[in-house]
């Protein structure tokens, strides 16, 4: 069942019971060996030798004392190397002996202290956690997980190991001092994450601002900060301040996909159409099967062929995020300025005809949802009406038709004319 522990106890009382009895003390030779107990298993194993064994028992005493002076050997070299801090060194010797003393755990603290030295530590953890189970009431090694998995930005886990630390020992002081950075700082990040869900991103983005603070020494909280920080100005549609937040991730992180897709959303925002497009492609590279990345992407490359027709944010002169408001006063100002009847000369009166079609156009499409929603994604709804043969497009039509139009109405064709002085 793996219990050695508990089996020792019995195999001791065997012994003392009779002494002779040399499948037991081979039995526990082999516990003491994989607990890493080197002079016990070869005292159990030579007074196997000592005690008429049979022709298999003999045989298998002298294999397993061969057995464990090459385990002193290389405990020795493993414990020189780490004085001397050759890590690698002793990392080497300390994993031939642990293929062996599966279940000492001074050894399994050691190799985790030479991995932590070597920059490894998710390779520490495991071996802290074994070492945790094989040795009670072990809050060193819960402890030093916790501290490990809150280097490496786990704040979750680092939370759960320090808990199971003060379990032990509720009045250990290290761990407790730990715990409390540990739940302020998983606290705020919650609180953080469940505003986003809200949808209330300026909120978050202070929230995670005040993780930075909280955490200024961990790279890894300033960088997921950062990058949530990215997201909530791309979904508040402040594109600027978005493509500046997720740059800075990217500088630390190149290959982060998530900054690269709040970047490209950010950028389809300011109509920077090319550098969308670079962005979906190089987190695409990173994670082929992203619906949401092939998707953008797609997008992406639509409004950038759009750009090149008729744009109509464009034509009003208004951002891809305008409010409903900021588009109806930008077409009333441009109506005004556009309608026909303020021109005199036939050209000019020919030129602000077809402008004026045109910002009808656009408060046509931009002023209905549905509509604007369409041409977001890539797609002209008045060209889509024109291709399906649906009547054709209203905005197609000569100027004639659109005598009488009034600017300030909020539909089609007035009732009455403006008469402009």
Request: aromatic share 8%.
């Amino acid at each position: 069942m793996g219990k050695s522990k508990a089996a020792l106890p019995d195999l001791t009382k065997v012994i003392e019971l009779k002494m002779d009895f040399t499948a037991a003390r081979l039995q526990r030779g082999h516990l003491l060996l994989k607990q890493g107990k080197l002079d016990e298993a070869e005292d159990d194993f030579k007074k196997v030798l000592k005690s008429n064994p049979s022709e298999n028992e003999e045989k298998e005493a002298q294999s397993q004392l061969i057995k464990s002076d090459e385990m002193q050997r290389l405990r020795s070299q493993a414990l020189d190397a780490f004085e001397n801090s050759d890590y690698i060194g002793a990392i080497t010797s300390l994993d031939k002996i642990l293929e062996v003393c599966v279940w000492d755990a001074d050894l399994r603290e050691l190799r985790a202290e030479c991995f932590i030295k070597e920059g490894e530590p998710r390779k520490a953890i495991s071996d802290l956690k074994a070492a945790s189970k094989l040795k009670n009431d072990n809050t060193e090694a819960f402890y030093k997980i916790s501290t490990l998995y809150y280097q490496l930005g786990d704040h979750e886990l680092s939370l759960s190991e320090v808990r199971e630390c003060l379990k032990l020992d509720q009045d250990h002081k290290r761990c407790f001092a730990h715990y409390k950075q540990v739940k302020k700082l998983n606290k705020l990040i919650e609180s953080a994450e469940e505003l986003i869900r809200d949808g209330r991103y300026t909120d978050a983005t202070s929230k995670y601002e005040s993780v930075m603070k909280t955490e200024p020494s961990v790279s890894e909280y300033t960088i997921r900060s950062k990058e949530r920080i990215c997201h909530c100005f791309s979904k508040d549609e402040k594109p600027v301040e978005a493509i500046r937040v997720c740059s800075e991730v990217l500088q630390m992180e190149p290959d982060n996909v998530n900054a690269l897709k709040d970047r490209a959303e950010a950028y389809l925002i300011e109509e920077m159409y090319d550098e969308a497009i670079q962005d979906y492609e190089t987190a695409q590279e990173h994670n082929e099967n992203d619906q949401q990345i092939r998707e953008g992407l797609e997008k992406a490359q639509r409004l950038l062929k759009q750009s090149q027709k008729r744009d109509y944010y464009k034509i009003l002169g208004v951002k891809r995020n305008a409010k409903k408001q900021e588009i109806i006063k930008a077409y009333r100002k441009l109506a005004m300025q556009w309608h026909p009847d303020n021109f005199q000369n036939e050209e000019e009166k020919k030129k602000a005809e077809k402008k004026f079609i045109d910002i009808a156009a656009a408060k046509e499409v931009l002023s209905d949802p549905e509509m604007r929603k369409k041409f977001d994604d890539g797609e002209d709804p008045l060209d889509a009406e024109s291709q399906q043969g649906g009547g054709g497009n209203p905005f197609h039509r000569s100027w004639n038709s659109w005598q009488g139009f009034n600017p300030f109405s909020s539909g089609g064709p007035f009732r009455f004319k403006f008469h402009f002085n």
